[in-house]
Structures are given as C-alpha cells and as structure tokens.
C-alpha cells in the first residue's frame, strides 16, 4: 500500500529546501541501513521531496506516525516525509550546555514577535520610553499584557514606583523611532526627544503615550515577578504584568468597525542582531478551530 507522503508542490522555494535536506540527509546517511539509504536515495534522485515515497513495508515507525496523522489531517501527509524523522535530521542541545551554534537560535525561534513599545513616568515625572520584545498578551477579561525586561531597567523601576504604564504599536513607519527609542541613556533623559516623537497625555494613567502609534493601551501593573530557573535561584529578569483600563485605535484602522491587523502595517522581532518582519495583508490566512 503507498500513503505517499508526497509531493508538496509549494513553488521553488520549497523545492530548493526540499532539495537542500535531502543532499545533506543523503551525506549523512550514506552508510546507513539499505532501507534508509533507498529513501534518502529517492529524494535526492528526484530532487525534490515530490519524488519521495513511502511504502509501508519499509516504513521507519517514526515515519508510519507521520502518515497515520496524514490521514487524521491530509495537509500533515503533504509537508511531512520521512528524512524529517532521522535521526541526523535534528540539532539537538540541552542550553544550560550551550547551543554549539554561531548564533543562540532561542529568540529567532520564538519569533516574530510583537513589540512592547513601553512608555512610562518616574516618580520625579520623567518620561521613558523603551521597547521590549519579551512581550504579549495573555488574558481577554480583563485583558491583561505583559513584558519582560532582562535586567532592572527603568521601565521596570517606573512601573514599580508608579504601577502605571503604556504600551504604543511600534508599526513600519515608526520602525526607526521604535529603535531610537531602546538607547541606553541615562533616567533624566527622555527617549520620546530622542526619538522626536510627541508625548500626549493618557486619559487615566500619568505615562504619556506616543501620538504618533496609532494604537495605545493604558494599563495599570497587576504583577511583577522576578523569574527563576527550575533550582528555583532568582534570575535578574521581571516580567510586569498590567490591565488594560483604556485603549486608543485610530480609526482608519477600523474597517466596517472591525479592527484591521495588517493595516496598521505592525512590525516583528525576529532573531539576530537587526531581523525584523512586518505584516501586511500578504500574509493572512484564515483556519476556523475544529468544532
Ligand atoms: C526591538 C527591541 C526589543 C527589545 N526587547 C527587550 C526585551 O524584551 N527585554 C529587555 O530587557 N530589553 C529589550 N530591549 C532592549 C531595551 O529596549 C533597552 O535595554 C532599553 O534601553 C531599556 O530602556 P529603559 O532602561 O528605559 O527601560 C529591546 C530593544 C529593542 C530594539
């Protein structure tokens, strides 16, 4: 019986991954079982992952998992073959041990991720603005978010004196402001003149937020909490966490009342020193939740 764990036909770009993993599982396995090399073989005679067959004769367990959720879910049958499941196929580390890679992969992974773009006020009433990418939302009602600063920052010493702070969408246009904005400078000194972006007054907490994001929430802190690792020793790193008492949307943003992501063009934190996304309406797609 064939399952065909086969073609994905998703354009070149997939081809030429495709193409890349089964060169290299070909090399790695070269000296392997017959099995194994027979399929690595069929994938790298084709080229593609289109070539690639299954038979349930010689199907690694692993790899028979892989078309049982094929039939539970057809699209799974298409994006999964069975050099996914080799062995060799998987960079593996456990990090307290390091990655033994050339870049920790931990936040390109995680990733993209939405921008915290936090403005707050000290007790002496400087305004600070900075962004943190350690951020989300995590409830509806109320609706609470949260960001995480790695070292005690001042945001964190603001939020902590103050229990008050702003979140602002850093979008594509104020991509630059947003990065202004995180320079290390010292407490008196304003990152909204720096960034030369406008201070507006919130509505019912003291923060300002920034009149240029077409989107802001005024929050009050519900929790801070200084992390720890599983030996239970404290790390220099607090998470905040606040309810959302108000929020602004400029109302372009609104379509038919319906608030539109893609429009307000928000920018992502990807890995590495400077990789950034930004989402446009390219990159929707719809899934409804099984029922
Ligand atoms: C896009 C971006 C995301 C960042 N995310 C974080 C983060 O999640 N946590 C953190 O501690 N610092 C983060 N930083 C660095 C802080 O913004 C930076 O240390 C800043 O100076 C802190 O400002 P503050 O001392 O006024 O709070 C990020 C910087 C950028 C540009």
């Known amino acids: 019986m064939d399952h065909g764990l086969a ?9 030429r991954r ?12 070269a000296s392997r079982t017959a099995r194994t090399a027979t399929v690595t073989a069929m994938a790298f ?29 057809p699209d ?8 996914f499941f080799l062995p060799d196929a998987i960079h593996f580390y456990e990090p307290r041990d390091g990655h033994r890679l050339p870049h920790d992969p931990f936040n390109a992974i995680v990733g993209p991720r939405p921008i915290g773009w936090i403005s707050t006020r000290s007790a002496a009433g400087q305004n600070n ?15 609470i978010i949260g960001f995480s600063s790695v070292g005690y920052k001042d945001t964190v010493r603001n939020v902590q004196d103050t229990g008050e702070f702003v979140w602002n969408l850093a979008t594509r246009p104020l ?28 509505r019912l907490v003291r923060p300002p937020r920034v009149g240029e994001s077409p989107v802001s929430f005024e929050c009050k802190v519900t929790q801070i909490v200084q992390l720890q690792g599983i030996d239970g020793v404290k790390v220099p790193t ?39 996304f930004s989402i446009g309406p390219e990159q929707l797609f719809r899934m409804h939740r099984p029922r």
């Open 129 to 143: 603005l900075a962004p943190y990418s350690f951020f989300n939302a995590f409830n509806y009602v109320p609706p």
């Open 45 to 73: 005679a084709t080229g593609t992952i289109a070539g690639l067959a299954i038979r349930t004769a010689g199907r690694a367990p692993q790899a028979a998992s892989g078309a049982l959720s094929g039939i539970v879910c």
């Open 18 to 29: 495709a193409q890349a993993m089964a060169r290299e599982t070909a090399m790695a396995t």
């Open 76 to 83: 799974l049958a298409l994006q999964f073959t069975a050099e």
């Open 238 to 276: 607090w998470l905040v966490l606040g309810e959302v008492l108000a929020v602004h949307i400029r109302r372009n943003l609104l379509v038919d009342g319906v608030y539109d992501t893609a429009l307000a063009e928000p920018i992502l934190r990807g890995g590495g020193p400077a990789d950034y």
């Open 175 to 202: 991509a630059d402001a947003m990065n202004a904005s995180c320079a290390a400078v010292a407490p008196e000194v304003s990152e909204f003149d720096l960034a030369a972006l406008t201070p507006v007054d919130s």
């Open 7 to 15: 073609p994905t036909g998703r354009g070149p770009m997939v081809m």
